[in-house]
């Protein structure tokens, strides 16, 4: 990995073809998002392989706004990790498979235990700012089902902005690295494979039957819209907060890479599990408060200042993620909506600080937590502060083998877009950018090695119980998509559309669902395609037309706009995915909770692949 001060940057302008010096036969790389998977993917393929003696070449990487705005920089918590004398990658793998509730893929979840500390190490080793004690060993930190301290952390609770600031100057410095910012995804470009050759008929055997050709761009600062040729691109776009109203994700955070695989025919997996974070704040913008907080021994309270996580698991506040926010959702529901309460002045009674005390180490240890809270209006080293729980992560996406390989040849997806299979049903807390780290780079060598006709190697979606009905359920699943609907209402504002996709998804794909509430969703979910489809297509028409008569078509707001209607596209159609699933989904298990099936079922241990009819 290249040093924090070495300066190569390398940025190409929208329109310009990157200047690579490739040799003839290599393919032509591009990597989508910017986000530590999409990074270290970035920087896996212009590095090489050294351990094969693959030399590293040149690759595109395409980010939605700046390079830096992504999912990981806003990441709070840290990252897990076995590195420490008292741990070892098989417990944190252990771990994982127990909070993943019987869905994990247990070769996956190894190779995120192992090949992430090893990931993990050479971050350290290349200069990245991990917190340390003063005699300079790294500090960890202790968090939910974790069985070990092993979560390290920069900036106190600023990991990811650390940690993203850090390895993109580390991209920038890689001669190989080609930079494309403010370019938004249209669509992939695709062909189908060619069945005659030999190479076609394996294709078709491993269900692959069709081949990435390119990306359609569009410059978010002038309106201008081109296709970038690729033999091979890697998807790291990052989640979809933004399908709901309360959520942790940035703005950016709209799920454009899972539907433009979608649309070109990849198949998805474990789209009905969405993890809601237990503790966003109750006002504002929704802001994370960390699950470190509760680690170091923060507890939640009623509004009658009862505590109720110890009667609800023997973990009490460091229960996994779906259990404590099930229960903050129901306890708010009793007490008529209003947020519960997260009681920080506990680490100073278990710390023995007085408030001083406690106020200083909360300002050292949660430095933006404590900015914004205070910039809110509260004193948490004195006072509960108001939580709820808001969208955090999706553990499903596009299906991937263990090298990141999808079913479309030569397209491969990395991160909170993927469904690798290491996050199974729940995700562990401080996995992701683990995850982001470990197949990230595999996205990369994959990328580097595979021949023009590799195709993925899919793994058995089958849990520990499988059988007969099990197996049926494994098989995907073809979901017929609406069609645009010429008479949707061309003046209803990408904004209030977008409200409309977040309300439904909100009241009946949320914390709690059951068949009324997802048939309701899937009905207006379906209408919404329809409708987003349609405004889509007509922005990037009348972008196109505006942009051929003036040149600063951008400063009319005609460009925001077509990137809000291409946005919403992309949210309706995966929340009718998502809606879907959970509706087949008949029991409750991991992040997805049916009131109407409330128990496990022991047939249903397995995921549900997806594919466009």
């Not at 996205?443 to 590799?454: F, I, K, M, Q, V």
Request: hydrophobic fraction near 40%; aromatic fraction near 4%; glycine fraction near 10%.
């Amino acid at each position: 990995m290249t040093s924090l001060t070495q300066d190569n940057t390398k940025t190409t302008p929208f329109g310009e073809t990157p200047d690579t010096s490739n040799t003839p036969d290599a393919p032509t790389i591009a990597v989508i998002g910017a986000g530590i998977a999409g990074l270290n993917a970035a920087l896996a393929v212009a590095n090489g392989d050294p351990d094969s003696g693959l030399p590293g070449q040149d690759v595109t990487l395409i980010t939605k706004t700046d390079l830096v705005e992504s999912n990981t920089y806003h990441a709070q918590g840290g990252i897990a990790a076995a590195i420490f004398p008292d741990d070892d990658p098989k417990l944190h793998a252990k771990d994982t498979l127990a909070a993943g509730a019987g869905l994990c893929e247990p070769k996956a979840v190894d190779i995120l235990t192992r090949e992430g500390a090893e990931q993990v190490r050479r971050l350290i080793d290349a200069g990245v700012r991990f917190d340390k004690h003063p005699d300079g060993t790294l500090l960890r930190g202790l968090e939910a089902a974790h069985s070990r301290s092993r979560v390290v952390h920069a900036g106190g609770d600023a990991t990811g902005k650390i940690v993203e600031l850090d390895v993109s100057a580390i991209a920038r410095n890689t001669p190989h690295i080609h930079i494309i910012e403010h370019a938004f995804v249209v669509d992939l470009v695709t062909e189908p494979v060619d069945t005659h050759s030999p190479a076609g008929s394996e294709a078709q055997a491993a269900g692959v039957t069709r081949v990435i050709r390119g990306i359609r761009l569009l410059d978010t600062t002038t309106g201008k819209q081109r296709t970038l040729t690729a033999d091979r691109v890697i998807l790291a776009t990052g989640g979809a907060g933004r399908l709901y109203p309360y959520t942790t994700n940035p703005q950016v955070a709209t799920g454009d890479g899972l539907a433009a695989a979608w649309r070109a025919g990849a198949q998805v997996a474990d789209l009905e599990f969405y993890q809601f974070h237990p503790t966003a704040l109750g006002v504002g913008e929704h802001f994370l408060i960390s699950e470190a907080v509760r680690g170091e021994g923060a507890i939640l309270l009623n509004e009658r200042g009862e505590r109720y996580m110890t009667a609800i698991d023997p973990r009490a506040e460091l229960a996994p993620r779906d259990v404590v926010a099930r229960e903050n959702f129901r306890q708010m529901m009793a007490q008529g909506g209003r947020p519960v309460l997260l009681d920080a002045t506990a680490i100073g009674r278990k710390m023995g600080l007085d408030q001083p005390g406690l106020a200083a180490f909360l300002a050292r240890r949660f430095p933006t937590i404590d900015a914004y809270t205070r910039s809110m209006g509260f004193d948490w080293s004195r006072e509960p502060i108001p939580v709820t729980p808001a969208a955090h992560y999706w553990m499903g996406g596009i299906r991937t083998d263990l090298w990141a390989r999808t079913s479309i040849r030569g397209l491969y997806a990395a991160g909170e877009c993927a469904r690798t299979g290491v996050q199974g049903a729940n995700r562990l807390a401080s996995n992701s950018l683990l995850e982001g780290l470990a197949y990230g780079r595999r996205a990369g060598l994959a990328a580097l090695h595979d021949s023009e006709d590799t195709v993925w190697n899919s793994q058995p979606l089958l849990g520990s119980a499988a059988n007969a009905q099990t197996r049926e359920i494994t098989e995907p699943q073809t979901l017929a998509m609406p069609s645009p609907d010429p008479q949707a209402e061309p003046s209803a504002k990408p904004a209030d559309v977008r409200d409309t996709i977040e309300q439904t998804m909100w009241r009946g794909v949320g914390v709690l669902r059951d068949a009324d509430g997802l048939r309701t969703a899937q009905s207006r979910l379906t209408g919404l395609v329809e409708q987003t489809q349609a405004q889509a297509q007509a922005a990037l028409s009348s972008l196109q037309e505006t942009g051929n008569r003036d040149a600063t078509a951008s400063t009319s707001g005609i460009v925001a706009d077509t990137v809000t209607a291409l946005e919403n596209r992309n949210l309706a159609t995966i929340g009718l995915i998502a809606a879907t699933a959970a509706l087949a989904r008949t029991e409750s298990r991991g992040a997805h909770a049916r009131t109407d099936f409330p128990e496990t079922d022991s047939a249903q241990t397995c995921s549900r692949p997806f594919i466009r009819g």
